[in-house]
């Protein structure tokens, strides 16, 4: 040990020596500890934001960008090609000229319908047994053609007998034209092919499962048959869609999101990213409507073509894609739920107080939404402004306070940038009372999509994934304006054939009345 010198014995100069080489050791001990100190804080960043994302991981399940079919994917290819080929046909068959000449087609032969079946027996006459020029008419026999009808769980079959009656003076035959159907020359009514429609996109059963269905209920309809319905009646129900769409982009107010379908690749045996596009109302507006848009990729001019002209308020995430809409007019409205999203993120992951601090404030928040949820758009600003907006500046601040002492790069740093960044399309909604906080109402509707790609597996193709936006755009509606979607289905089916165009607007979800 070595011993310290007696500083009584030192000169004036040796003191002055000591003092400075101590100080200069203090100095030196200092910059090595501030050093440590460094190196230490920019280790604790990297351990944090590794532990952030390997939290991440292991809450998201990431799905493979492509796969390659296997022998019942492949089977499921043929339901997605028969249906495109039957629409394809069906809108061909409606732009024909009517001077056209038709082109003879061999009568398929169908199998009869079981006979075990019950039947229900629909008798059509004339609505007077008098001819024309006055005399009586006699009845000289019938015509008889069935259809497969279909009762949830219960087949059964209606007997269409249209009886033919003869003027014995003029020789004048009468008989009462059959009802118009969706599927003239088939044999389906609008209950099985509204059941049908359900059970695909609704229930997520694909046409092959509902084919073994139908099997062990006593009728076997072939999966291609099923496929060629389906095809006929999203050709028919498009206008529907059309009308629809255009309806929505009257109002001033409306969410959008996006979420991937795997989609075959053309010519390949393996899937690509798809994306699926939902556009609906706020839950403040009359109308209650969503309508899906399919489309071969993510890039934002599919929601630019969608949206058109229409120069209203946008609540949707932080999507690059929406970015040229709000250059060319549209309003950005931010979602809070994807901010707080971050910060609930980063709390799972390392137990962040910062990111706890901000959960409970935006959570202050969310306790205002739910007073006014009831509340007249008015009554909603008004109390917006008195109680959510201190909130939402004291917030604001407080996230600029933090952000002074966090790291740039730590992933408390990126939390907090998300919501800096967006602060003022965040908090647009004080200002609006017809305006949610939040996105989380589209991304509620979209949620059918997520929970049916496990059975769909993919979309066949383009038309089929358009196919399936019209039809499941019309289910969603049904449910939104409190209706059972299969009575509304088989209604809009039975009336489609002979409802004027000019009053297709009665059979949207949100006019639709049910008639006897």
């Known amino acids: 040990m070595k011993t310290p010198p007696d500083l009584s014995q030192l000169t004036p100069d040796q003191l002055r020596h000591l003092a400075a080489t101590l100080m200069s050791q203090v100095e030196q001990q200092e910059q090595a500890l501030a050093q440590s100190q460094k190196t230490l804080r920019h280790t604790e960043q990297v351990n944090q934001k590794l532990s952030y994302e ?6 998201h399940a990431f799905g493979k960008r492509s796969e390659q ?7 499921l290819l043929d339901e997605v090609v028969d249906a495109d080929i039957a629409a394809i046909e069906t809108e061909l068959e409606d732009l024909k000229l009517a001077s056209a000449t038709p082109t003879p087609k061999k009568a398929p032969k169908r199998a009869p319908l079981p006979p075990e079946l019950p039947r229900t027996e629909i008798h059509h006459d004339p609505e007077n047994d008098l001819c024309a020029c006055g005399c009586q008419l006699r009845r000289i026999g019938e015509e008889i053609s069935e259809k497969l009808d279909y009762t949830p769980g219960v ?13 014995d003076q003029c020789e004048t035959l009468t008989q009462a034209p059959m009802p118009a159907q969706i599927i003239d020359k088939g044999i389906p009514t609008a209950g099985l092919l509204a059941q049908v429609l359900i059970a695909k996109y609704a229930d997520h059963l694909p046409l092959y499962r509902q084919e073994q269905i139908f099997a062990r209920a006593g009728v076997a309809i072939p999966r291609s048959t099923l496929a060629e319905w389906v095809g006929v009646c999203g050709v028919r129900l498009q206008p529907l869609i059309d009308a629809l769409r255009d309806l929505l982009l009257s109002e001033p107010v409306l969410h959008a999101d996006e979420t991937p379908v795997p989609m075959l690749a053309p010519g390949k045996k393996k899937t690509h990213r798809a994306y699926l596009w939902a556009y609906a109302t706020t839950p403040y507006a009359g109308l209650k409507a969503v309508v899906y848009d399919f489309s071969e990729s993510r890039g934002g001019q599919h929601a630019r073509d969608f949206l058109g002209d229409w120069r209203g308020k946008l609540i949707c995430d932080d999507y690059s894609g929406y970015k040229q809409s709000f250059a060319n007019g549209v309003t950005e409205i931010g979602c809070m739920a994807h901010a707080r999203r971050k910060f609930v993120d980063l709390h799972v992951a390392g137990k962040s107080q910062i990111a706890k601090q901000a959960i409970e404030l935006i959570g202050q928040l969310y306790q205002v939404e739910r007073e006014a949820q009831t509340l007249t758009a008015e009554e909603r600003q008004r109390l917006r402004e008195t109680r959510a907006r201190p909130i939402a500046d004291a917030l604001h601040r407080w996230m600029l306070a933090h952000r002074e002492k966090v790291p740039n790069g730590s992933a408390t740093a990126k939390a907090l940038d998300y919501s800096l960044k ?9 200002d609006d009372g017809g305006l949610t906080i939040d996105n989380n109402r589209v991304e509620n509707l979209i949620r059918p999509w997520t929970l049916g790609r496990s059975n769909w597996l993919f979309a066949g193709s383009l038309r089929s994934g358009q196919r399936a936006a019209t039809i499941m755009s019309l289910i969603q509606c049904a449910k939104l304006n409190g209706h059972e979607p299969y009575a509304y289905l088989k209604d809009v089916l039975e ?7 000019s009053q297709l607007s009665e059979l949207l979800p949100h006019n639709w009345q049910h008639t006897d």
Not at 54 to 59: I, M
Not at 69 to 75: A, D, F, M, T, W
Not at 155 to 167: L, N, T
Not at 422 to 430: F, K, S
């Open 495 to 501: 009336r489609l054939p002979t409802h004027k165009a």
């Open 155 to 167: 087949f059964h079959v209606e007997r269409h007998i249209r009886g033919k009656w003869v003027c």
């Open 54 to 59: 390997l939290a991440l991981l292991k809450r």
């Open 69 to 75: 079919l296997n022998v019942l994917q492949i089977s």
């Open 422 to 430: 967006r602060w003022v399309a965040l908090t647009r909604y004080l």
